[in-house]
């Protein structure tokens, strides 16, 4: 009978960390979301290639847990040894202004 409580425990908690894990997911969506519609009617971001691009990099993954809830943030971010993710309106900025077309391999250094 222990058993049967132990299963149902862990599938209880299994079951948990998946919702909230699909919750985050839809988070950081919508956060990506809201950070395109800024560059569209803040910073007037037009080309379509770069918006795309923008709705889809998950910036919550290439920053560090603590400040991944302001990954969408229009502000630099630490990514460790005194170094920044630059701000999403500079990134689109850059981009659309290289006019980067999908044949073209594009290396960018930083110069933090």
Do not use: C
């Not at 603590?66 to 630099?76: G, I, L, V």
């Not at 630490?78 to 290289?98: D, E, N, W």
């Amino acid at each position: 009978m222990l058993w049967i409580g132990v299963k149902i425990y862990i599938s209880l908690t299994v079951v948990f960390l998946l919702i909230h894990k699909v919750k985050m997911i839809h988070a950081f969506e919508k956060m990506r979301e809201d950070m395109v519609k800024q560059l569209i009617h803040h910073y007037r971001i037009t080309d379509e290639r770069v918006l795309n691009s923008m709705r889809s990099v998950p910036r919550h993954l290439f920053v560090d847990k603590s400040t991944e809830r302001h990954a969408y943030d229009d502000n630099p971010l630490p990514i460790g040894y005194g170094q920044t993710i630059s701000q999403p309106y500079i990134v689109a900025l850059m981009t659309a202004v290289a006019q980067i077309k999908p044949s073209d391999k594009v290396l960018e250094i930083g110069t933090g």
